[in-house]
């Protein structure tokens, strides 16, 4: 992976918020109105819901344009200046009754605005999650056994990619990749132990959730994907000697 340009604060902020809206109340929703569920995925260059329903249907985000894939039939429509009304309408998703995915997914706002689409924002948010999974699996495949793992998802309350690592002493250890949040507005990797114990140097866990690596840190390295694939290890390797 080639080095990643520095985050411009201002057009990611926006890049963030439009993206996390368009995720929460157009794939999260309209997955959640047929399925139940609205667990999203990343995939390369951009966002989508598993395959559901009848169809099956697949809604998902590809560059600056969203599609909607309902059995041989694709519709698309492109996010920039177009409202999120109009996209909703697009893959029947009704923003007229509730969705509740969680207290830290963004409201919906007004719905009747042309949305701003900072292409080159959008697609580092869109890179880093990419990045995220091949490292996800590739922790998880390198794991023993006797540690299992839950489903990677992309999360739209929190709008982070993860899973949860349990071992086979029975911590947890949650593993993950953040475009940025209230806590860090930069994107970041992160390994969060579900107990309070932070074992070995404690200037590894750097946060109030555990241990994080900022986007600048780990876009510099001469192999960014084996950086993050070390530290999220490093964090593993560190939980697992808290009962010895």
Known sequence: MARAPVVDPGGHHTARAVLHGVAV?????????????????????GITTPAFGEGPEVVRISGDTLFREVAGECSRVRIEGT???????????????????????????RTDLPLHWPEHAVRTILDWFGLGWRVLDSVVASQPVGVTSATIQLWPEHFDAATTLTLPTG????????????Y????????GPWSDARPGDAAFWNAPFGALRRYAE?????????????????GVRRVATEAH
């Open 83 to 109: 409202t999120l009304e109009e996209i909703a309408a697009l893959v029947d998703a009704d923003l007229s009754t509730g969705f509740d995915c969680g207290a830290d997914a963004p409201p919906l706002g």
């Open 25 to 45: 109340h157009v794939l999260a929703r309209r997955r959640s109105q047929v399925s139940g569920r609205f667990g999203l995925r990343a995939v390369p260059g």
């Open 171 to 182: 911590q947890k250890v949650n593993l993950g990749f953040s475009p940025g949040d209230g």
């Open 184 to 191: 860090e507005p930069e994107p970041y990797v992160y390994a």
């Open 218 to 234: 780990v876009s510099g390295a001469h192999d960014p994907e084996a950086e993050c694939r070390r530290f999220l290890e490093e």
